[in-house]
C-alpha cells in the first residue's frame, strides 16, 4: 500500500551532528545504541518530520478503510480488526481498562521513577528528576521498548540476560525450525492445528 511504502521507505536529512540521509533502519540503530543525546534529538527530530505530508494521504485511508468495512458488515475497520472496544459497551469497556490500569499502575510509577533516576545520573539536566522521560532518550524511535537502555538503568551486578540471537545461530536454526517454533507458540494458545506450507505457515 501506498502510505505504508511511503512511511517504510521515507528518509530524513539529519542536521549539523553529520548531515546524512537515514531510512528507517538507519534511524532504528543510532536510536538503539547512541547515547549522545544531540544526535538522539537530531534523529528524533528528523524522524518525525516526514509524517505531516502523509496527513491527506492516511486520512483517505482511514474513509477507505471504514468504507470496506461496513460493505462488509461491520460497523467499521476497527470492528473488522477485532478491536474489543467496538464489541464490548463503552461503560464497561473503560471501566475493564481502569481496572486493570490500576492493577499495573504502583510497578509502572516506580519502574518509570527508576529509570528516570538512572538516565538522569546518566544525562544531567536533560532528565528532570520528576516528571516526564525525554521520549529520545528511551532507545527507541517511538518509546515504546526500553530494552535498549537496559545497559544504562541496570541494576549494578544485574543479570545481563542472554542474546536470543546467538543462541539460535549457536543452534545452526534454520528458517523452517524457526517456521515451528512460531507454530508451537500459536498451537499452544489455539487448538486449531497449524502446517508448514511452501511460502509460510497456514491454519487447517
Known amino acids: 500500500m501506498a502510505i505504508t511504502a511511503k512511511a517504510s521507505t521515507a528518509k530524513t536529512l539529519r542536521g549539523a551532528l553529520l548531515p546524512t540521509c537515514l531510512d528507517i533502519d538507519a534511524i532504528t540503530k543510532i536510536m538503539a545504541n547512541s547515547t549522545n543525546p544531540a544526535e538522539l534529538l537530531d534523529v528524533w527530530k528528523g524522524w518525525h518530520s516526514i509524517s505531516p505530508p502523509m496527513r491527506k494521504d492516511f486520512t483517505r485511508f482511514v ?69 516526564p522521560i525525554p521520549a529520545h532518550l528511551m532507545g527507541n524511535i517511538w518509546a515504546q521498548d526500553w530494552s535498549n537502555i537496559y545497559k544504562l538503568v541496570a541494576p549494578k551486578d544485574a543479570d545481563p540476560g542472554y542474546d536470543l540471537t546467538q543462541i539460535l545461530k549457536a543452534r545452526k536454526t534454520d528458517p523452517i525450525q524457526m517456521v515451528k517454533y512460531g507454530e508451537g507458540f500459536f498451537n499452544r494458545w489455539d487448538s486449531t492445528p497449524c502446517r508448514i506450507r511452501s511460502g509460510g505457515a497456514a491454519c487447517s
Open 63 to 131: 474513509e477507505l478503510s471504514n468504507k470496506g468495512a461496513v460493505e462488509l458488515g461491520f460497523t467499521g475497520h476497527r470492528a473488522r480488526c477485532g478491536d474489543p472496544s467496538t464489541t464490548c459497551p463503552p461503560t464497561i469497556f473503560s471501566k475493564e481498562l481502569d481496572r486493570l490500569w490500576d492493577q499495573v499502575r504502583p510497578l509502572y510509577i516506580s519502574l518509570h521513577a527508576y529509570v528516570r533516576a538512572r538516565l538522569h545520573e546518566k544525562y544531567g539536566s536533560l532528565v528532570p528528576e520528576n516528571g
